[in-house]
């Protein structure tokens, strides 16, 4: 009896593993749940913003109801957000299905798209989702090479996907790049900004008026509420290009992709400068504390703009090991090709003390008395 045969796409796309939820931890080393805290898929350790749980809460009676399948009200309080109208938006399930939506909309098997060593892990299995080639250009150092990347476009080359800041490394592009970018990619490929950590930026680059004005019509940028906004669970996410691109993107968009829990919290997250504000404060304090620790633990790390820091540990499988048995996950680099380092997500003043005395323990690396008793 023969079999129904696969898409031949499927055999080149690895699977992505995320980060280890508490529970499973729990489960394997006998731990109890509320004892363990994770740090390893850069969400917001300060949770939703209030005002986001309650308008949540609201919508609860009517689950029973669709919910508006264009989210009318979401896309005029975040355009009024981005100084953007409603037409320069396309709301997905996260961003990565907004990847997928750029993958169905302009990727045809035999085209080529181009990133960076190290880029975020969705890239890749979008690439290779649709039938294109993936061109993955040498980084220098762990960051994105973009004159290698502007070089490595071919007339076959339709997308170039670029995150900055960039997961995981935490590595920025410059100023100079970013124009680089702007200037030079050719208007026959779709250059990709993966902004998902743009609002941890005290000054960030803003690319948005080249999409207000139409100069720029190749130019997508992605964001997400799973972030600084604390929304992870929700999965939700945007790009911001002009009206023709959205266009194409609501052709391939499900219907109803974003239920009505997502779409009220959003909204009201939107309007809670305060949490945003405290988030950013935290981050901040935080990042810090972690990096100032790595120094004094004697192990390199990439400077980060992000909500982690990237630390070369050694093994990075075996201490990610070591922490979950002290009831700490963090996030291992070896499917990244940089299976020395660690990726710790930025928590709360105590979830980072707790990692950096559990750290030095694992690698068997005294703090600095400074360190014993400080809160991260």
Request: hydrophobic fraction near 45%; aromatic fraction near 8%; charge should be negative.
């Amino acid at each position: 009896m023969s079999k129904v045969e696969s898409s031949p796409y499927l055999a080149s796309i690895p699977v992505y593993v995320p980060g280890k939820p508490i529970e499973e931890v729990a489960r394997e080393f006998g731990l109890e749940p509320s004892s363990v805290i994770k740090l390893a898929s850069n969400e917001n350790p300060l949770g939703p913003s209030p005002k986001a749980l309650e308008a949540m809460q609201r919508v609860i009676r009517q689950l029973h109801l669709y919910p508006d399948g264009n989210a009318f009200y979401l896309k005029q309080k975040l355009a009024q957000f981005l100084g953007v109208t409603p037409q320069h938006l396309s709301l997905g399930n996260g961003s990565n299905e907004i990847l997928e939506f750029l993958g169905h909309a302009f990727l045809r098997p035999g085209d080529e798209v181009v990133v960076s060593q190290y880029c975020f892990a969705v890239y890749p299995i979008v690439a290779a989702l649709f039938g294109a080639t993936l061109v993955t250009v040498p980084a220098h150092g762990l960051a994105a090479d973009i004159r290698a990347m502007i070089a490595a476009i071919t007339p076959k080359t339709r997308m170039l996907c670029l995150a900055t800041p960039n997961n995981p490394t935490g590595t920025l592009a410059s100023r100079d790049d970013i124009d680089r970018l702007l200037d030079e990619v050719p208007p026959h490929v779709l250059l990709v900004m993966d902004e998902a950590y743009v609002e941890f930026l005290d000054s960030p680059i803003d690319c948005l008026p080249f999409i207000r004005s139409g100069d720029r019509p190749n130019l997508v940028v992605t964001r997400t509420f799973s972030k600084i906004f604390g929304l992870a669970g929700l999965r939700l996410g945007y790009a911001i290009a002009v009206p023709d691109v959205i266009g194409h993107l609501e052709k391939v968009r499900q219907p109803f992709n974003l239920n009505a829990i997502a779409q009220a919290g959003a909204l009201a997250a939107l309007e809670d400068h305060e949490h945003l504000a405290r988030t950013k404060s935290n981050n901040r304090e935080g990042l810090a504390y972690l990096e100032s620790s790595m120094t004094a633990l004697g192990l390199p790390f990439i400077p980060s703009h992000a909500n982690f820091v990237l630390a070369q540990v050694g093994d990075g499988l075996a201490v990610f090991r070591a922490l979950q048995r002290k009831g700490i996950i963090t996030r291992p680099m070896g499917s990244y090709e940089l299976p020395e380092w660690l990726r710790i997500s930025v928590g709360t003043p105590e979830e980072n003390r707790r990692c950096i005395h559990a750290l030095s323990e694992v690698l068997g690396k005294d703090l600095p008395q400074e360190f014993v008793n400080q809160v991260g």
